[in-house]
């Protein structure tokens, strides 16, 4: 039901602002505005998105925990889809989540509300916490496969599923 409510309200609210707006200060500025916006959330969300794609592959070589960085590029994902929605509404929202704090707020707000299980991992060992269950699983990884079992001498490339 609530999702009704955002398609319906949303849209709503935009052409009241539309029609507001465009009464005070007329058609061609609203519609510039509108342009305006669009362009300098792009090019925001440009920036801003190939710096949390470096914060994301930081913490996957620091094997760290990826999931702020992937929040943040998510948000960041949706701040693109709402400035480039025509209207004012959208366009605060948008503009709202390209600011770090905000964001940092939201993935906090969203972080109370969830359950997080956590997957760390080093170069043999993997280990999986989850908050919910109380419980560690903790499991040691050892490649025993010799060099000469993985890649042959007279390996020709085929998977032994294809034809020759």
């Not at 000469?148 to 085929?158: H, I």
Request: with cysteine.
């Amino acid at each position: 039901m609530w999702l009704f409510l955002v398609f319906v309200g949303i849209p709503l609210l935009e052409i009241g602002l539309f029609i507001q707006v465009g009464g005070v200060i007329g058609l061609w500025p609203t519609l510039l505005i509108v342009l305006a916006t669009a362009f300098l959330g792009a090019w925001l969300v440009r920036e801003q998105g190939t710096r949390e794609m470096a914060n994301i592959k930081r913490s996957f070589n620091e094997l760290r925990n990826p999931a702020e960085p992937l929040a943040h590029g998510a948000m960041i994902l949706v701040a693109c889809t709402l400035l480039v929605t025509p209207g004012f509404f959208t366009d605060f929202v948008g503009f709202s989540l390209l600011v770090p704090p905000v964001r940092r707020a939201a993935f906090n707000w969203i972080k109370s509300r969830t359950t997080v299980a956590e997957f760390e991992a080093s170069r043999h060992e993997y280990h999986y916490h989850s908050e919910r269950a109380g419980v560690v699983t903790d499991i040691d990884y050892e490649d025993v496969t010799a060099d000469n079992d993985r890649n042959p001498p007279n390996s020709n490339g085929n998977s032994g599923w294809t034809k020759h």
